[in-house]
């Protein structure tokens, strides 16, 4: 049985403006950095890990990545103090989440999301 994910990996062309963008929306680093060809995110119980790409190398859309953040609205606001424009404002969802998206520097969509309701246990 699957348990969860432990980490999702993306692909980067500059480690130092990726690391700078994740570290603005409040991600800490725990192994790597600008100077680094990986670096690991702590995000909740998994971790968010970056990894250089030549600068040839493109990608297209590939899907999404979504986060549970305890506050939506913050993290716009933060996102947007830091310089950064989401590709949309928060808003409730009809299945259930507030939420909005923002493309990190090298075109990855990312989401942040809450649950409306408490999420029951299966």
Do not use: C, K
């Amino acid at each position: 049985m699957i348990e969860g994910i432990s980490a999702v990996t993306l692909g980067t062309h500059e480690m130092p403006r990726a690391v700078r963008f994740y570290r603005a929306l409040g991600f800490e680093v725990l192994h790597g950095g600008e100077e680094w060809s990986f670096t690991s995110f702590r995000a909740g119980t998994s971790y968010l890990n970056l990894i250089a790409q030549p600068a040839e190398g493109r990608w297209s859309w590939w899907g999404r990545v979504i986060f549970y953040v305890t506050d939506v609205d913050a993290l716009y606001d933060r996102a947007l103090a830091a310089g950064y424009q989401p590709a949309t404002v928060p808003h409730d969802a009809e299945w259930g989440e507030r939420f909005f998206h923002l493309n990190d520097p090298d075109g990855h969509e990312l989401s942040f999301a809450r649950p409306l309701l408490p999420v029951l246990s299966q």
